[in-house]
Protein backbone atom coordinates (compact mmCIF):
# COMPACT_ATOMS: atom_id res chain seq x y z
CA UNK A 1 0.00 0.00 0.00
CA UNK A 2 1.31 3.60 -1.40
CA UNK A 3 1.74 5.95 1.73
CA UNK A 4 -0.06 8.33 -0.17
CA UNK A 5 -2.97 6.01 -0.27
CA UNK A 6 -3.25 6.00 3.84
CA UNK A 7 0.06 7.85 5.31
CA UNK A 8 -1.82 7.44 8.84
CA UNK A 9 -2.03 3.31 8.49
CA UNK A 10 1.93 3.53 7.09
CA UNK A 11 2.58 5.36 10.41
CA UNK A 12 0.37 3.38 12.59
CA UNK A 13 2.16 0.29 11.55
CA UNK A 14 5.05 1.27 12.14
CA UNK A 15 6.34 0.64 16.00
CA UNK A 16 8.99 2.66 16.44
CA UNK A 17 8.34 5.21 13.55
CA UNK A 18 10.80 8.15 14.03
CA UNK A 19 13.36 5.13 13.63
CA UNK A 20 12.50 5.48 10.12
CA UNK A 21 12.38 9.32 9.44
CA UNK A 22 15.20 9.88 6.56
CA UNK A 23 17.96 11.24 8.32
CA UNK A 24 17.81 15.05 6.75
CA UNK A 25 14.04 15.10 8.72
CA UNK A 26 15.63 13.31 11.81
CA UNK A 27 18.50 15.93 11.94
CA UNK A 28 15.68 19.00 11.24
CA UNK A 29 13.45 17.25 14.42
CA UNK A 30 16.41 17.27 16.67
CA UNK A 31 17.58 20.52 15.54
CA UNK A 32 14.00 21.72 16.40
CA UNK A 33 13.99 20.28 19.66
CA UNK A 34 16.78 21.39 20.60
CA UNK A 35 16.13 25.43 19.15
CA UNK A 36 12.56 25.10 21.30
CA UNK A 37 14.40 24.53 24.58
CA UNK A 38 17.06 26.53 24.34
CA UNK A 39 14.47 29.69 23.52
CA UNK A 40 12.30 28.84 26.58
CA UNK A 41 15.57 28.66 28.48
CA UNK A 42 16.92 31.97 27.74
CA UNK A 43 13.36 33.28 28.06
CA UNK A 44 12.84 32.16 30.97
CA UNK A 45 16.33 33.09 32.72
CA UNK A 46 15.99 34.83 36.48
CA UNK A 47 16.49 38.19 35.17
CA UNK A 48 13.79 37.66 32.52
CA UNK A 49 11.59 35.61 35.20
CA UNK A 50 11.77 38.46 37.89
CA UNK A 51 10.41 41.30 35.49
CA UNK A 52 7.42 38.55 34.52
CA UNK A 53 6.77 38.23 37.81
CA UNK A 54 6.01 41.90 38.19
CA UNK A 55 2.10 43.49 37.90
CA UNK A 56 1.32 41.56 34.87
CA UNK A 57 1.95 37.74 35.77
CA UNK A 58 0.01 38.63 38.80
CA UNK A 59 -2.36 40.15 36.70
CA UNK A 60 -2.86 37.16 35.00
CA UNK A 61 -3.45 35.12 38.28
CA UNK A 62 -5.76 37.66 39.76
CA UNK A 63 -7.43 37.18 36.31
CA UNK A 64 -8.13 33.28 36.69
CA UNK A 65 -9.00 33.90 40.43
CA UNK A 66 -11.53 36.63 39.09
CA UNK A 67 -13.02 34.02 36.23
CA UNK A 68 -13.27 31.37 39.05
CA UNK A 69 -15.31 33.71 41.04
CA UNK A 70 -17.55 34.53 38.36
CA UNK A 71 -18.03 31.10 37.54
CA UNK A 72 -18.99 30.80 41.05
CA UNK A 73 -21.44 33.25 41.40
CA UNK A 74 -23.24 32.05 38.35
CA UNK A 75 -23.17 28.92 39.48
CA UNK A 76 -25.16 29.91 42.56
CA UNK A 77 -27.87 31.84 41.05
CA UNK A 78 -28.59 28.98 38.84
CA UNK A 79 -28.98 26.36 41.50
CA UNK A 80 -31.15 28.47 42.93
CA UNK A 81 -33.37 28.43 39.98
CA UNK A 82 -31.95 31.61 38.17
CA UNK A 83 -32.17 31.62 34.07
CA UNK A 84 -28.63 31.41 32.91
CA UNK A 85 -28.67 33.63 30.65
CA UNK A 86 -29.94 36.30 32.74
CA UNK A 87 -27.83 35.31 35.82
CA UNK A 88 -24.49 34.73 33.28
CA UNK A 89 -24.92 38.38 31.51
CA UNK A 90 -25.97 39.97 34.99
CA UNK A 91 -22.48 39.05 36.66
CA UNK A 92 -20.20 39.29 33.88
CA UNK A 93 -22.09 42.82 32.99
CA UNK A 94 -21.36 43.43 36.83
CA UNK A 95 -17.68 42.19 36.85
CA UNK A 96 -16.93 44.34 33.74
CA UNK A 97 -16.07 41.04 31.63
CA UNK A 98 -17.33 41.10 28.16
CA UNK A 99 -20.69 39.55 26.65
CA UNK A 100 -19.99 40.38 22.90
CA UNK A 101 -19.10 38.06 20.67
CA UNK A 102 -21.19 35.41 22.46
CA UNK A 103 -18.59 32.78 23.06
CA UNK A 104 -17.29 35.26 25.57
CA UNK A 105 -20.24 33.88 28.22
CA UNK A 106 -19.85 30.17 28.57
CA UNK A 107 -21.92 27.44 27.48
CA UNK A 108 -24.61 26.72 30.01
CA UNK A 109 -23.50 23.30 30.26
CA UNK A 110 -21.16 22.86 33.49
CA UNK A 111 -23.91 25.66 35.54
CA UNK A 112 -26.70 23.01 34.67
CA UNK A 113 -24.66 20.33 35.79
CA UNK A 114 -24.25 22.11 39.50
CA UNK A 115 -28.04 22.10 39.28
CA UNK A 116 -28.61 19.23 38.58
CA UNK A 117 -25.99 17.27 40.33
CA UNK A 118 -24.41 19.30 42.45
CA UNK A 119 -20.99 20.84 41.85
CA UNK A 120 -19.42 19.00 44.89
CA UNK A 121 -20.62 15.16 43.57
CA UNK A 122 -18.94 16.98 39.76
CA UNK A 123 -16.24 17.55 41.47
CA UNK A 124 -15.92 13.84 43.04
CA UNK A 125 -16.71 12.71 39.31
CA UNK A 126 -13.53 14.83 38.32
CA UNK A 127 -11.54 13.68 40.78
CA UNK A 128 -12.28 9.94 40.72
CA UNK A 129 -11.90 10.85 36.31
CA UNK A 130 -8.02 11.07 36.92
CA UNK A 131 -6.75 8.12 38.33
CA UNK A 132 -9.40 5.92 35.55
CA UNK A 133 -7.26 7.84 33.60
CA UNK A 134 -4.04 6.68 34.35
CA UNK A 135 -5.69 3.19 34.30
CA UNK A 136 -6.38 3.53 30.78
CA UNK A 137 -3.23 5.39 29.65
CA UNK A 138 -1.01 2.61 31.13
CA UNK A 139 -3.37 -0.16 28.98
CA UNK A 140 -3.01 1.64 25.83
CA UNK A 141 0.58 1.91 26.28
CA UNK A 142 1.41 -1.91 27.48
CA UNK A 143 1.96 -3.75 23.75
CA UNK A 144 4.10 -0.61 23.05
CA UNK A 145 6.57 0.60 25.88
CA UNK A 146 8.51 -0.86 28.72
CA UNK A 147 7.67 -0.94 32.00
CA UNK A 148 9.80 2.19 33.00
CA UNK A 149 8.15 4.35 30.52
CA UNK A 150 4.35 3.63 31.80
CA UNK A 151 5.43 3.97 35.13
CA UNK A 152 7.25 7.90 34.16
CA UNK A 153 3.52 8.02 31.95
CA UNK A 154 1.88 7.49 34.51
CA UNK A 155 3.29 9.84 37.49
CA UNK A 156 3.36 12.59 34.75
CA UNK A 157 -0.25 12.13 34.45
CA UNK A 158 -0.76 12.22 37.93
CA UNK A 159 1.24 16.07 38.29
CA UNK A 160 -0.63 16.98 35.05
CA UNK A 161 -4.01 15.89 36.14
CA UNK A 162 -3.19 18.43 39.43
CA UNK A 163 -5.99 20.85 38.49
CA UNK A 164 -8.65 17.70 38.70
CA UNK A 165 -7.98 18.09 42.59
CA UNK A 166 -8.33 21.38 43.53
CA UNK A 167 -11.86 22.55 44.86
CA UNK A 168 -12.45 24.39 42.08
CA UNK A 169 -12.00 22.03 39.48
CA UNK A 170 -15.85 21.74 38.92
CA UNK A 171 -15.80 25.51 38.29
CA UNK A 172 -13.49 25.37 35.16
CA UNK A 173 -14.26 24.60 31.77
CA UNK A 174 -11.32 23.58 30.86
CA UNK A 175 -10.07 21.39 33.56
CA UNK A 176 -13.89 19.69 32.70
CA UNK A 177 -13.29 19.88 28.82
CA UNK A 178 -9.21 18.54 29.12
CA UNK A 179 -10.60 15.28 31.43
CA UNK A 180 -12.92 14.61 28.97
CA UNK A 181 -10.41 14.91 25.89
CA UNK A 182 -8.13 13.08 27.48
CA UNK A 183 -10.75 10.37 27.81
CA UNK A 184 -11.82 10.56 24.50
CA UNK A 185 -8.43 9.77 23.35
CA UNK A 186 -8.05 6.94 25.94
CA UNK A 187 -10.79 5.29 24.85
CA UNK A 188 -10.81 4.88 21.42
CA UNK A 189 -10.45 2.24 19.31
CA UNK A 190 -11.33 1.73 15.57
CA UNK A 191 -14.05 -1.00 15.93
CA UNK A 192 -15.48 0.63 19.31
CA UNK A 193 -15.01 3.99 19.01
CA UNK A 194 -18.54 5.45 20.27
CA UNK A 195 -17.46 5.90 24.61
CA UNK A 196 -14.52 7.78 22.43
CA UNK A 197 -16.90 9.81 20.95
CA UNK A 198 -19.31 11.01 24.04
CA UNK A 199 -16.10 11.73 25.75
CA UNK A 200 -15.18 14.42 23.10
CA UNK A 201 -19.02 15.57 22.73
CA UNK A 202 -19.13 15.90 26.38
CA UNK A 203 -16.36 18.00 25.90
CA UNK A 204 -17.64 20.70 22.90
CA UNK A 205 -20.68 20.76 25.19
CA UNK A 206 -18.72 22.40 28.53
CA UNK A 207 -15.91 24.18 26.25
CA UNK A 208 -16.45 25.40 22.30
CA UNK A 209 -12.61 25.52 22.40
CA UNK A 210 -12.82 21.50 21.67
CA UNK A 211 -13.74 21.78 18.18
CA UNK A 212 -10.61 21.55 16.59
CA UNK A 213 -9.91 18.08 18.59
CA UNK A 214 -13.17 16.95 17.23
CA UNK A 215 -12.42 18.57 13.68
CA UNK A 216 -9.11 17.08 13.41
CA UNK A 217 -11.14 13.28 14.57
CA UNK A 218 -12.91 13.99 11.39
CA UNK A 219 -10.27 14.53 9.38
CA UNK A 220 -8.27 11.13 10.40
CA UNK A 221 -11.52 9.23 10.31
CA UNK A 222 -11.98 11.14 6.23
CA UNK A 223 -7.98 9.86 5.50
CA UNK A 224 -8.81 6.43 6.65
CA UNK A 225 -12.16 5.87 4.91
CA UNK A 226 -13.56 4.89 8.21
CA UNK A 227 -16.98 6.21 6.39
CA UNK A 228 -19.08 5.30 9.81
CA UNK A 229 -16.75 6.97 12.26
CA UNK A 230 -16.68 10.29 9.91
CA UNK A 231 -20.32 10.26 9.42
CA UNK A 232 -20.61 9.77 13.35
CA UNK A 233 -18.31 12.71 14.68
CA UNK A 234 -19.88 15.07 11.82
CA UNK A 235 -23.00 14.27 13.13
CA UNK A 236 -22.04 15.59 16.76
CA UNK A 237 -20.43 18.67 15.13
CA UNK A 238 -23.74 19.80 13.62
CA UNK A 239 -25.02 18.89 16.94
CA UNK A 240 -22.35 21.12 18.37
CA UNK A 241 -23.14 23.72 15.61
CA UNK A 242 -27.13 23.73 16.59
CA UNK A 243 -25.99 23.89 20.21
CA UNK A 244 -23.36 27.26 19.69
CA UNK A 245 -26.65 28.98 17.48
CA UNK A 246 -28.90 28.30 20.47
CA UNK A 247 -26.29 29.70 22.68
CA UNK A 248 -25.63 32.75 20.53
CA UNK A 249 -29.58 33.33 20.68
CA UNK A 250 -29.48 33.15 24.57
CA UNK A 251 -26.84 35.78 24.83
CA UNK A 252 -28.55 37.71 22.54
CA UNK A 253 -31.75 37.68 24.65
CA UNK A 254 -29.86 38.69 27.58
CA UNK A 255 -27.40 41.20 26.37
CA UNK A 256 -27.66 45.06 27.10
CA UNK A 257 -27.09 48.19 25.44
CA UNK A 258 -23.27 49.32 26.33
CA UNK A 259 -22.63 45.83 27.49
CA UNK A 260 -18.43 45.55 27.24
CA UNK A 261 -16.95 43.75 24.16
CA UNK A 262 -14.30 41.45 23.91
CA UNK A 263 -10.50 43.13 22.85
CA UNK A 264 -10.30 40.25 20.72
CA UNK A 265 -8.06 37.44 20.19
CA UNK A 266 -5.10 38.41 17.86
CA UNK A 267 -2.33 38.87 20.55
CA UNK A 268 0.39 37.11 19.17
CA UNK A 269 2.04 36.03 22.67
CA UNK A 270 4.65 34.11 21.14
CA UNK A 271 5.28 30.17 22.46
CA UNK A 272 6.39 31.40 25.94
CA UNK A 273 2.79 31.91 26.76
CA UNK A 274 1.71 28.15 26.26
CA UNK A 275 4.91 26.88 27.79
CA UNK A 276 4.72 28.86 30.83
CA UNK A 277 0.77 28.39 30.90
CA UNK A 278 1.63 24.38 31.48
CA UNK A 279 4.33 25.23 33.66
CA UNK A 280 1.92 26.95 36.14
CA UNK A 281 -1.07 24.53 35.96
CA UNK A 282 1.28 21.58 36.45
CA UNK A 283 3.18 20.48 39.31
CA UNK A 284 6.96 19.81 38.29
CA UNK A 285 8.70 18.83 41.27
CA UNK A 286 12.54 19.31 41.97
CA UNK A 287 12.96 21.26 38.69
CA UNK A 288 13.57 25.61 39.17
CA UNK A 289 11.14 27.68 37.54
CA UNK A 290 13.51 28.46 34.37
CA UNK A 291 13.85 25.30 32.96
CA UNK A 292 10.31 23.97 33.22
CA UNK A 293 9.16 25.42 29.78
CA UNK A 294 11.76 23.82 28.17
CA UNK A 295 10.63 20.46 29.54
CA UNK A 296 7.26 21.06 28.46
CA UNK A 297 8.44 21.25 24.92
CA UNK A 298 9.50 17.32 25.68
CA UNK A 299 6.14 15.76 25.64
CA UNK A 300 4.97 16.62 22.16
CA UNK A 301 8.07 14.50 20.82
CA UNK A 302 7.42 11.67 23.45
CA UNK A 303 3.98 11.49 21.78
CA UNK A 304 5.15 11.96 18.16
CA UNK A 305 7.82 9.02 18.80
CA UNK A 306 4.84 6.54 20.40
CA UNK A 307 3.37 5.93 16.80
CA UNK A 308 -0.08 4.61 16.03
CA UNK A 309 -2.83 6.56 15.82
CA UNK A 310 -2.69 7.54 20.12
CA UNK A 311 0.81 8.97 19.40
CA UNK A 312 0.35 11.18 15.94
CA UNK A 313 -2.97 12.25 16.80
CA UNK A 314 -2.09 13.19 20.51
CA UNK A 315 0.80 14.75 18.97
CA UNK A 316 -0.93 16.83 16.37
CA UNK A 317 -4.09 17.82 18.86
CA UNK A 318 -1.23 18.92 21.34
CA UNK A 319 1.17 20.94 18.82
CA UNK A 320 -1.66 22.57 16.79
CA UNK A 321 -3.90 23.48 20.01
CA UNK A 322 -0.66 24.92 21.69
CA UNK A 323 0.46 26.91 18.17
CA UNK A 324 -3.31 28.62 18.61
CA UNK A 325 -2.84 29.51 21.90
CA UNK A 326 0.89 31.02 21.34
CA UNK A 327 -0.97 33.03 18.27
CA UNK A 328 -4.62 34.35 19.85
CA UNK A 329 -4.88 33.87 22.79
CA UNK A 330 -4.26 37.01 25.27
CA UNK A 331 -1.83 36.54 28.15
CA UNK A 332 -4.97 36.02 30.76
CA UNK A 333 -6.17 32.83 28.61
CA UNK A 334 -3.21 31.31 29.94
CA UNK A 335 -5.91 28.86 31.05
CA UNK A 336 -6.85 27.45 27.94
CA UNK A 337 -3.77 25.14 27.89
CA UNK A 338 -6.16 22.83 30.67
CA UNK A 339 -7.59 21.82 27.46
CA UNK A 340 -4.67 19.52 26.82
CA UNK A 341 -4.43 17.89 30.45
CA UNK A 342 -3.85 15.78 32.09
CA UNK A 343 -2.76 13.63 28.93
CA UNK A 344 -0.37 16.17 27.38
CA UNK A 345 2.49 16.14 30.51
CA UNK A 346 2.54 12.06 30.18
CA UNK A 347 4.12 12.43 26.57
CA UNK A 348 7.08 13.60 28.68
CA UNK A 349 8.42 9.93 29.73
CA UNK A 350 8.12 9.07 25.91
CA UNK A 351 10.95 11.91 25.18
CA UNK A 352 13.73 9.68 25.78
CA UNK A 353 12.59 7.18 23.57
CA UNK A 354 12.30 10.52 20.87
CA UNK A 355 15.74 11.31 21.00
CA UNK A 356 17.07 7.81 20.73
CA UNK A 357 15.11 6.95 17.77
CA UNK A 358 16.10 10.47 16.25
CA UNK A 359 19.51 9.18 16.73
CA UNK A 360 19.54 6.04 15.51
CA UNK A 361 18.11 7.60 12.45
CA UNK A 362 20.80 9.56 12.25
CA UNK A 363 23.29 7.18 12.13
CA UNK A 364 21.92 4.54 10.03
CA UNK A 365 24.25 4.00 7.07
CA UNK A 366 21.08 4.43 4.77
CA UNK A 367 18.05 7.11 5.16
CA UNK A 368 14.94 5.03 5.43
CA UNK A 369 12.51 5.31 2.45
Given at each position: MSIWHDPLGRWEAM????????????????????????????????????????????????????????????????????????????????????????????????????????ADVLGYILFAGLPIAIILLVKRLEATT??????????AMLLGGIGLTIPQAPLIHEVVAGLCLTLAVLAYAPGRWWPALLFAALALAVRELSAPFVLLWLAFALV??????????GGVLLLFAAGMY??????????????????????????????????????????????????????????LALGGRMGVFACLWFAGFLTAVALVARPENFYW??????????????????????????????PHE
Open positions: ARPLRHTPRALAAGLLALLAGLMAYSIAASLPDDAASAETPAQAEELEEGEGDIALYRRISERVVAGENYYTAALAEQRASNYPTTPFVTVRQPTLAMAHRWIGRLPERIGAALQRRWKEALAVLHALGVEAARLPGDPASPGWNAFAGIMLPLSALAKLTAIPFVPAWLEPALLVLPLFGWVQLTMPLYLAGIALAPRAIGDLLHAIRAKT
